[in-house]
């Protein structure tokens, strides 16, 4: 019997995708001849992922799970907004989030070569087995994670597909000794409140100094002409105002009950209930493909490109 090597198997997934213990039993099967794997893959149904491997992926699912005082969000893309109800892709979207809470690991790389639950092989196999199986590209795009000492981690998932499952997910972190059940309400009202108002940052000094100096080149341009001490104050006024707009802690609360007070006012009313002092240590929001560019298909283009040929 052929020795199958570590190189071998790992030559085998770069050519075809597959999983890696799809590709040890391939070289296996075939005496460890390469070639002769790829085909028993192809003929398998298994190389499928390679395939896929350059199709956009924005649609698919962002997860947030929860335990004790830690938190985890990640995003999982697939081609189509179908593949999100397959209860298959549900639960690897659970399952990578549920790796990720427990190793407290959220860089994509080494999160992809962690052991996947319930099955031999990595959190990369089984999203490359997933791709044989569902025939649609996947990646695995982000992962973040929230813990706290004391107090407690919000979550929200807006329409929420399944458990924990949707296009937006939130997490916000409390940092308080105060009563639990107190801070657990505040979380939850908290992340609502971001998904629905995507602060850019927490709070003024947490605004990336790159976004500040854009908004103060807009703000300089719109009173161009103007003297150099009057500008200054313009620019420093919007400034203010753009924070107010952006940033967690100084937006009107999108509640009712804590209706027009910011949400740093908000939290500061609630220490008296809660009977300690309430810091939001952060936030996380992940909208469903933000960022990614999406191919959009014209089909009319397509047609007319075809009859010239």
């Known amino acids: 019997m052929a020795t199958i090597s570590a190189g071998m198997v790992k030559d085998l997934r770069e050519k075809t995708g597959a999983g890696m213990m799809d590709c040890k039993t391939a070289l296996t099967e075939v005496g460890g001849d390469i070639e ?45 907004d179908f593949v999100a109800r397959n209860e298959e892709f549900q639960a690897l979207v659970r ?17 992809s070569n962690q052991h996947y639950p319930g099955g031999a092989g990595t959190v990369a196999d089984a999203i ?48 308080s000794k105060g009563d639990p059940a107190v ?25 990336d100094p790159a976004v500040i100096e854009r908004e103060k080149a ?23 105002t753009y924070f107010k707009e952006v940033t967690l802690v100084d937006q009107v609360s999108i509640h009712a009950d ?20 309430i810091v939001i240590k952060g936030f996380i929001r992940y909208g469903l493909g933000e960022g990614i560019e999406k191919a959009v298909d014209d089909f009319a283009a397509e047609v007319a490109a075809a009859a010239k040929g």
Do not use: C, F
């Open 128 to 175: 490359s087995n997933a791709i044989a199986t569902i025939g649609e590209n996947m990646t695995l795009r982000r992962a973040a994670m929230l813990s706290v000492n004391d107090g407690v981690i919000g979550q929200y998932v807006h329409s929420p597909i399944a458990d924990g499952l949707g296009k937006i997910a939130v997490l916000v972190a409390l940092e």
């Open 258 to 277: 804590h209706a027009g007070k910011t949400v740093s006012q908000a939290v500061k009313e609630l220490e008296g209930k809660a009977g300690a002092p």
């Open 95 to 111: 399952s990578i989030a549920a790796v990720a809470l427990e190793k407290g690991d959220t860089e994509v790389a080494t999160l």
């Open 218 to 240: 807009v703000l300089a341009d719109k009173n161009a002409g103007k003297p150099a001490h009057v500008l200054e104050k313009i620019v420093e006024s919007g400034l203010k």
């Open 36 to 80: 002769a794997a790829v085909d028993w893959l192809r003929k398998k149904g298994l190389s499928k992922a390679a395939k896929k491997s350059g199709r956009v992926a924005a649609e698919g699912l962002v997860a947030a799970q929860v335990r004790d005082k830690a938190g985890v969000v990640v995003e999982v893309n697939s081609e189509t």
């Open 183 to 207: 801070l657990g309400v505040l979380a939850r009202q908290l992340a609502m409140h971001v998904a629905a108002t995507s602060p850019v940052a927490l709070d003024a000094a947490s605004v």
